[in-house]
């Protein structure tokens, strides 16, 4: 067993000792390395784990798209989109609110400490 930095959401890092476990669930049979968190709101979270299923989720087909006779006919509608000079202004505006927003003042000093 050994321990390990794990940086939370919060902002803060916690070191967690990791263990060898064996697993039976649908999405994982057989011995991985684990992760001890005392206030977890799960029994086991499973993510990065080699072999892993992902069981339960539906497999979306690939989107396709069909041309019909009395679609060509009709035309095509443009899309309402912003123009070049609307999107550099929204950028502008957002930036300005970015910085003077206090809840951004952890993930701003993580990001100028090159995520560590």
């Known amino acids: 067993m050994y321990v390990v930095p794990i940086n939370l959401a919060d902002g803060t890092t916690v070191n967690a000792p990791v263990t ?8 994982l049979k057989g011995e991985t390395e684990v992760v001890e968190m005392d206030s977890s709101p799960y029994d086991v979270s ?11 989720i539906i497999q979306q ?3 396709m798209a069909v041309e019909t006779r009395s679609s060509t006919q009709k035309g095509i509608k443009k ?11 929204m ?3 957002l ?13 701003k000093k993580t990001s100028s400490n090159g995520g560590g």
């Open 79 to 89: 899309l309402l989109t912003p123009s070049l000079a609307d999107t550099e202004i």
């Open 20 to 27: 060898v476990v064996k697993l039976e669930c649908p999405f």
């Open 61 to 63: 087909p690939k989107a």
């Open 91 to 93: 950028v502008e505006k």
């Open 95 to 107: 930036k300005g609110k970015e910085s003077k927003d206090r809840s951004l003042k952890i993930c």
């Open 46 to 56: 499973l993510g990065n784990i080699p072999g892993a299923k992902c069981t339960g």
